[in-house]
């Protein structure tokens, strides 16, 4: 797949959205080597968008350089209409744009709830917090079954649900998930998934970055294929689902 026609019309409706999260001529080297290679993507309100790809296409890099934890050999980063370029993690947070990074990051030596505490850090409404915490519970019944465990204790899949609750707890804009289904197990795959699909029907605008390109794009309002770091093709999800060039690429026919 080397094409970089965008050949699959875009959602009328979703084309009316606000655009919150925008990518412009992104590129980010490593030393000498340029990873991502001048990307331009964009992520409209209410949106469930997805960023699929092989390992090592520059997804994660480019995950890592929109919330300021890579700096940008060149290009811009739009978000709510304004430049965050340099700006760090704890601003981006305050901003309402909220990571679940790959390979989760959990507090192993927390508890479940001082986890989802600590996702709210930068919230003062002790009430709100509160019902939060409960909400994430209802939407994963095991976090509950186990508050009081150690985080670092738990299953790969667990840590993943408390990862996102996690995130979910400072109530933000934009949720950006990198590879949450890597490593887990079949059943645990479609609880993560299903819970991305549910948290984007409620509204939540989110950016998902995934291997798994048939589960990625069966949810997603809209996609984009990264390989070696360009984008070389996008459109709605279902669409590139049916794509013949999709489903030669990543998913094996």
Known sequence: M???DSTIPHDAAMGARKVLLQVRDLRVSYGGIQAVKGVDFEVREGELVSLIGSNGAGKTTTMKAITGTLPLAGGEIDYLGASIRGKGAWDLVHQGLAMVPEGRGVFARMTIVENLQMGAYIRNDKAGIAADIERVFTTFPRLKERRDQLAGTMSGGEQQMLAMGRALMCRPRVLLLDEPSMGLSPLMVDKI?????????????????EQNASRALQIADRGYVMESGIITMSGGGREMLHDPRVRAAYLGE
């Open 2 to 4: 080397t094409t970089t």
């Open 193 to 209: 998934f299903e819970v991305i699909a549910d948290v984007s029907r409620q509204g939540m605008t989110v950016l998902l970055v």
